[in-house]
């Protein structure tokens, strides 16, 4: 790869010596980029701490008691809050990890341990990984397509919508852990004569449970902070849910509509909801990171 | 006679005794569950195309190919056309892929080639990943308070000075290309950072043991040996975060001014065709869903083309250097 050739040119040579002068153009130039990719660095992670200096300032001084539990204010009117996109947030996430993570699991045990190989076992990797990269705001026109339609707005159709979302990752996240079981564990499991079901159940989830529920975490985490395919789906609300049949607040719809309108007080909630929300998936991230430290 | 000793080996239920037909039974109807979830997700995606397609194709049938050609978007005259949101999806993602791509390569370099102690770029890695856990919309917020006011004199003083150049040809009025496309990027790092990590870390170390030894700088190992092993992940990382960008929804719903134009200059507002379905469709009537839904399509069939062809370059990556998978 290197176009230094140290044949045809001898001075060239005696320039490109082992011995390192401080000076030299090389020496300079890798100086010089060194600088810039420090700088880059520090440049890159700005927006990081800019996000949550003002998360912290701006939705701090909203975050009181009444945010966390009145309803949203009309128009002009002040004070208010958000709880009912909280506790929409919530319900309609709990709906996505209740249908993704049992379904997500089923197939990662069969990915990872069933049949690895096989021609299905390729295709629905690659599907997953596929859908990973999916624009999260068709699984929204998806779920429109398949649910509201048929049974209008509800917190059941955003939970399907963030559980085609929730899906891949925690397929391939589990697929991944379950592969890092050490052979030697399930070979001996197998000596003993347990059938292949209870080498499953009694040995490879149990190890591999760190990375499963790493994945699971992660994958709930990014169900908290997606906001485009709840437009299509749980659309929005001024009230507290009573049944899961009809539209649903979320926090980050919340964020999206009340970010556009005219009035600060408005603003401000929006800030505040954004703080909650960020925690949410923080908090989320972090239990992914802790339990994921404590690998086989 | 005594008690016999091997009397309890006699139950199915012993742990020393052989399976029953029982536990046979279970395990064939647990692998039949387990082959129907991993079915299940390639039939979902195939489900999906045909929902879309299918309410799509009332107005895939009326306007044909004029759709992806046509500029208007008008609901009272059913004219309905998306080449603005395409230009506008393909130009923001773009820039992000400019930016988002040199920084995010920057500081995969930056993580993976000593340029930090071990612990300390594993903090770093977690602040990029946190950059990538923010949730779109919250960054959607914080690009209109706190982006484009600081974009603005930048704008103002670019136009003024170099607004001959097209790319500066307007004023920024508020949401536009710039602060869309800066926002995106920072969308896009934590991917690309991500993947190119993977790549980097793929290179065996003797590699870089044996640059070091013919007495290059860190500089020209990574110039010369580094990054061009390492080419086709960074490939792979660049498509992907394409693809990334092409999809975002929210935060360019709030930041690039939803106009329906084609313009090269920076500041000038745009659309796209995740922004146009998620601003029009709360409002839409059943005819512009039908055009919205032929719009889902076009996005759904780019984004799918540009990530199957990242993951096929990322899939040849990882055969190079560790055999067949």
Same mark, same amino acid.
């Given at each position: ?15 490109? @010596? ?30 990081? $701490? ?5 998360? /912290? ?62 021609? +299905? ?8 990984? %596929? ?23 509800? #917190? ?38 347990? %059938? ?12 591999? *449970? ?12 990014? #169900? ?8 299509? %789906? ?15 607040? &979320? ?31 923080? /908090? ?13 | ?11 199915? &239920? &012993? ?12 395990? &064939? ?41 046509? %500029? ?26 400019? +930016? ?35 949730? @779109? ?13 600081? +974009? ?9 000075? *170099?607004?001959?150049?097209?790319? $500066? ?12 496309? *800066? ?68 935060? +360019? ?21 995740? @922004? ?50």
């Amino acid at each position: 790869m290197s176009d230094i050739d140290l044949t045809s040119r001898p001075q060239e040579s005696q320039r490109l @010596s082992l011995e390192r002068r401080p000076f030299e153009l090389r020496a300079l130039t890798s100086g010089l980029l060194t600088g810039m990719t420090w700088g880059i660095a520090i440049l890159g992670s700005i927006p990081l $701490f800019s996000v949550i200096i003002m998360l /912290v300032a701006e939705g701090g001084a909203r975050l009181d008691i009444e945010a966390l539990t009145a309803l949203p204010p009309a128009g002009f009117e002040m004070g208010g809050g958000f709880a009912n996109a909280i506790i929409g947030t919530l319900v309609m996430v709990a709906i996505a990890a209740a249908i993704s993570i049992p379904i997500g699991l089923l197939a990662a045990i069969y990915l990872a341990i069933l049949d690895p190989h096989s021609p +299905l076992a390729g295709t629905s990797r690659f599907v997953a990984k %596929t859908l990973t990269g999916f624009p999260s705001i068709l699984a929204g026109v998806f779920t429109y397509a398949v649910l509201v339609i048929n049974f209008g707005y509800s #917190a059941v159709a955003g939970g399907v919508a963030l559980a085609v979302l929730m899906l891949p990752t925690v397929v391939l996240a589990a697929e991944e852990s379950m592969k890092q079981v050490p052979q030697k564990m399930t070979d001996a499991a197998y000596g003993m004569g347990c %059938t292949r079901s209870q080498v499953i159940w009694k040995v490879v989830l149990p190890t591999g *449970l760190p990375g499963i529920l790493t994945g699971i975490m992660l994958a709930v985490a990014g #169900a908290a902070g997606e906001s485009a395919p709840l437009l299509f %789906t749980a659309l929005f609300s001024n009230y507290f849910m009573s049944e899961l049949m009809e539209p649903t607040a &979320s926090l980050s719809i919340l964020i999206y509509n009340f970010s556009a309108m005219p009035f600060d007080n408005q603003i401000e909630l929006a800030w505040a909801a954004s703080l909650v929300l960020v925690l949410i998936v923080l /908090v989320f991230n972090i239990l992914a990171r802790l339990i994921g430290q404590s690998k086989v | 006679m005594a008690v016999n000793p091997f009397q309890h080996a006699d139950s199915a &239920s &012993s742990v020393s005794g052989p399976p029953s037909g029982g536990d046979y039974l279970a395990d &064939s109807i647990f692998r039949i569950i387990a082959l129907s979830c991993a079915a299940l997700i390639v039939v979902l995606i195939l489900y999906i195309l045909w929902e879309i397609g299918g309410l799509a194709f009332p107005a895939m049938a009326q306007h044909g190919l004029s759709f992806v050609s046509g %500029t208007t978007w008008n609901v009272g005259t059913q004219e309905f056309g998306v080449l603005p949101e395409i230009w506008g999806t393909l130009y923001s993602s773009f820039l992000a892929l400019i +930016l988002g791509g040199t920084f995010g390569v920057a500081i995969a370099i930056f993580l993976t080639q000593d340029f930090i102690h071990a612990r300390l770029a594993a903090v770093f890695r977690t602040i990029v990943e946190l950059l990538a856990a923010i949730p @779109s919309v919250v960054y959607g917020l914080w690009g209109i308070y706190v982006v484009i006011p600081m +974009l603005r004199p930048v704008a103002e003083w670019l136009h003024s000075e *170099l607004g001959f150049i097209p790319i $500066f040809g307007t004023e920024l009025s508020g949401p536009g290309m710039a602060p869309a496309a *800066l926002v995106l990027a920072i969308m896009i790092l934590p991917t690309v950072a991500a993947i190119t990590v993977d790549a980097f870390r793929r290179i065996p170390y003797k590699v870089k043991e044996a640059a070091y030894g013919m007495g290059t700088t860190r500089w020209e190992a990574i110039l010369k040996v580094m990054l061009p092993t390492a080419s086709s992940g960074i490939l792979a990382a660049l498509v992907l975060g394409f693809g990334r960008a092409l999809g975002e929804t929210m935060a +360019l719903a709030m930041l690039i001014g939803n106009s329906n134009q084609i313009n090269l200059s920076l500041f000038a507002p745009a659309n796209t065709l995740a @922004s146009l379905l998620a601003s029009s469709f709360p409002e839409a009537g059943q005819i512009e869903v039908q055009a919205l839904m032929y719009a889902a399509v076009v996005l759904l069939l780019i984004t799918l083309i540009v990530n199957i062809v990242g993951l096929g370059i990322q899939q040849y990556t990882v055969r190079k250097f560790e055999g067949k998978a």
